[in-house]
């Protein structure tokens, strides 16, 4: 079967692409032709006006009435955004089949939407795209979701696009939901008769070893056996994260972790600039405790079942890490700073057996989902 990915933009975001890749991968090995629709980023800069001495003189000197148009330049990108645009492009070409959304139907069999947050208008504005609007009027396509995660306990959706997308998902031949919240209120917001599943995050579909394969040629050792090292990892840093991490590191007798130390000649760039998506999860590999308010932090530690503690990030939607942990009995991972905080939380232990146990029985039935919406291909069917 030849299928096409839809997802959020990928972009300067290590979740977000190893999401996708993980989906794509699993895909794939149920036998299918998988590739990703080249979304657009809707938060790519613009160019912006410029002024400059001369122009602001010129405007001086002519008549009233006359005006000088203002010239457009390029906006200036940060160093840190052109390595990872840089580590991007060379991950895309080795790891992904991209191809752009106008291409059409052609001879599609089906489309996935998902994973992570990408029925969140706020993150992705084009809303009506996410439930295949451009896909509306396609026969013999099957539409399935995947994952999907509005990333709130509440949507975010204007009434007209509730009335719109409600339409759009009655299309689709299966629905599953990232958050157990979502259950309840995607059939409300829709006023949708089914029951969606609850599924996985796509990285949680695959094992250890196979996010291993991605940086262990660069470093065989797989980083481990250098000390009691803790990786920090904020989406959103500031003073009171960098307090706790302190206060970890003093109370743990840690030293942090950095990506740049490991696999620095494997990125191509010097020690210090934005580390790739291999190095990132390699960081998580060979950390002895992870410190993190990143939701797909806070998975890769589950996976490779390393002490965690989670920052609580409101802005990018509570409800998700409430339901992840709370799928593993890890509730208590989850802090608020307000509310204060233990250093000594990364160090207490986790019933690793159980979490795994759960781990497993979760990805028996994520998988189960996509098998019954999109049948593997058997060996002997002449692809």
Not at 235 to 253: A, C, F, R, S
């Amino acid at each position: 079967m030849k299928i096409a990915i839809f997802t959020l933009p990928l972009h300067c975001n290590y979740g977000g692409i190893l999401q996708a890749y993980a989906l794509q991968a699993v895909l794939q090995r149920m036998g299918h032709r998988v590739f990703l629709y080249d979304t657009p980023f809707a938060g790519e800069r613009k160019p912006v006006k410029a002024a400059s001495p001369w122009r602001t003189l010129l405007r001086l000197l002519l008549p009233p009435g006359r005006e000088v148009l203002p010239r457009r330049v390029k906006p200036r990108i940060p160093k840190r955004e052109l390595h990872c645009r840089r580590h991007l492009a060379r991950f895309f070409g080795e790891h992904f089949f991209l191809r752009p959304l106008c291409g059409g139907k052609e001879d599609l069999e089906a489309v996935v939407v998902g994973s992570d947050q990408v029925w969140r208008p706020l993150y992705f504005p084009a809303i009506e795209l996410a439930f295949l609007s451009f896909a509306e009027e396609w026969q013999n396509v099957r539409r399935v979701a995947y994952a999907c995660s509005f990333g709130t306990d509440r949507p975010e959706y204007s009434a007209g696009q509730i009335e719109r997308c409600g339409r759009l998902v009655e299309r689709f031949d299966g629905v599953s939901v990232r958050e157990a919240s979502m259950v309840p209120i995607i059939r409300d917001t829709f006023r949708w008769n089914c029951r969606p599943a609850l599924v996985l995050d796509p990285t949680l579909l695959l094992e250890p070893d196979d996010y291993r394969r991605l940086y262990r040629p660069y470093s065989p050792d797989g980083g481990h056996g250098r000390g009691n090292r803790l990786f920090c990892y904020f989406l959103d840093p500031n003073e009171t994260k960098e307090g706790i991490k302190q206060q970890v590191l003093k109370k743990m007798h840690q030293t942090e972790l950095k990506q740049a130390d490991l696999s620095p000649a494997a990125d191509g760039l010097e020690a210090g600039d934005y580390a790739s998506p291999e190095s990132w999860l390699h960081a998580f590999d060979a950390a002895d405790a992870v410190l993190t308010d990143s939701f797909h932090g806070c998975v890769f530690s589950i996976l490779f079942n390393k002490p965690f503690v989670v920052v609580g990030n409101a802005e990018r939607g509570m409800a998700r890490f409430r339901s992840l942990l709370g799928l593993f009995g890890l509730e208590s991972r989850l802090v608020d700073p307000a509310q204060g905080f233990d250093p000594e939380l990364p160090a207490q232990p986790i019933d690793w057996a159980a979490v795994n146990g759960k781990l497993r029985t979760m990805r028996g039935e994520s998988l189960a989902f996509l098998k019954r919406h999109l049948p593997p291909v058997s060996s002997d069917s002449g692809r």
